[in-house]
């Protein structure tokens, strides 16, 4: 039964991989509405803060590309 549970679970990584991935896209985004070129969404902290969690998103998804070159996706067993 394990196993199966694994093979099902394994899209859920690719899944998080690509949203992770598609995060680097608030930074320009907040770049263009800070420079307001596109209308703001909120105050300037609020867009500073989503074009950093871009950043951060986009780092994680680094890291998890990095560990499954090196491990596969559930990692080192």
Known sequence: MRASV???GRWTF????VAFLLGLV???VAVLQLTRRLPSDGPT???VLQ???GVVQFAIALVMLADYRRHGVWGAR
């Open 14 to 17: 690719w899944l998080i991989l």
């Open 6 to 8: 694994l093979r099902r």
């Open 51 to 53: 074009g950093s969690f």
């Open 26 to 28: 608030r930074v320009p």
């Open 45 to 47: 902290w609020y867009v």
